[in-house]
Antibody, heavy 120, light 112 residues
Framework: QITLKESGPTLVKPTQTLTLTCTFS??????????VGWIRQPPGKALEWLAL???????RYSPSLKSRLTITKDTSKNQVVLTMTNMDPVDTATYYC????????????WGQGTLVTVSS | DVVMTQSPLSLPVTLGQPASISCRSS???????????LNWFQQRPGQSPRRLIY???NRDSGVPDRFSGSGSGTDFTLKISRVEAEDVGVYYC?????????FGGGTKVEIK
């Protein structure tokens, strides 16, 4: 059974760096064809892809946010970490991590999401 | 970026009646490997998205067979043959063929 759970601060100040951790079970990021992605959703708005890390450590970022994002994995801990620098109130959103399957080039299992509010 | 355009934005449906959601992409979603990576997700109120359909027409395990996906190239459709109360929510298409991956703006299905 695949599960994922996001953790991190619920409130950050403008210009601060956000660090989110995705802790998962039921799969290994050392398995070929697997990855973990981050997607966010501002309140009442649509979903937006942020970043993706593959089993072989290749990484992909949203071009519009690439300069602010870093995604890393710790295979031994079954964790993926996303950092986003220079946070702004427009970055207020629910942040999801999800299990990626290369064979279908999509995510199937999602975490519950964590709401991050950016405010002074 | 590939722009995914969904219509309608809102879809009021009578229980037991069919519903259809359109998703159009700004460029072809046929990958160089010959597959078309178009997916549909359902997001019920207060919940995380749930994948319903992958690669245009493949239904996920546990998804009722009243949901079906079709289409090709740049034009795709999600159909619900008979809407039930539990189908209320927002539906998103998502393309996995081109990076960056992109979602449609969503279609809100509600009961009349």
């Amino acid at each position: 059974q695949i599960t994922l759970k996001e953790s991190g601060p619920t409130l950050v100040k403008p210009t601060q760096t956000l660090t989110l951790t995705c802790t998962f079970s039921g799969f290994s990021l050392s398995t070929s064809g697997v990855g973990v992605g981050w997607i966010r959703q501002p309140p009442g708005k649509a979903l937006e892809w942020l970043a993706l890390i593959y089993w072989h450590d290749d990484k992909r970022y949203s071009p519009s946010l690439k300069s602010r994002l870093t995604i890393t994995k710790d295979t031994s801990k079954n964790q993926v970490v996303l950092t986003m620098t220079n946070m702004d109130p427009v970055d207020t959103a629910t942040y999801y991590c999800a299990h990626w399957v290369q064979g279908t080039k999509t995510v199937d299992y999602w975490g519950q999401g964590t709401l991050v509010t950016v405010s002074s | 970026d590939v722009v995914m355009t969904q219509s309608p934005l809102s879809l009021p449906v009578t229980l037991g009646q069919p519903a259809s959601i359109s998703c159009r992409s700004s460029q072809s979603l046929v990958h160089s490997d010959g597959n078309t990576y178009l997916n549909w997700f359902q997001q019920r109120p207060g919940q995380s998205p749930r994948r319903l359909i992958y690669k245009v027409s493949n239904r996920d395990s546990g998804v009722p067979d009243r949901f079906s996906g079709s289409g090709s190239g740049t034009d795709f459709t999600l159909k619900i043959s008979r809407v039930e109360a539990e189908d209320v929510g927002v539906y998103y298409c998502m393309q996995g063929t081109h990076w960056p991956l992109t979602f449609g703006g969503g279609t809100k299905v509600e009961i009349k």
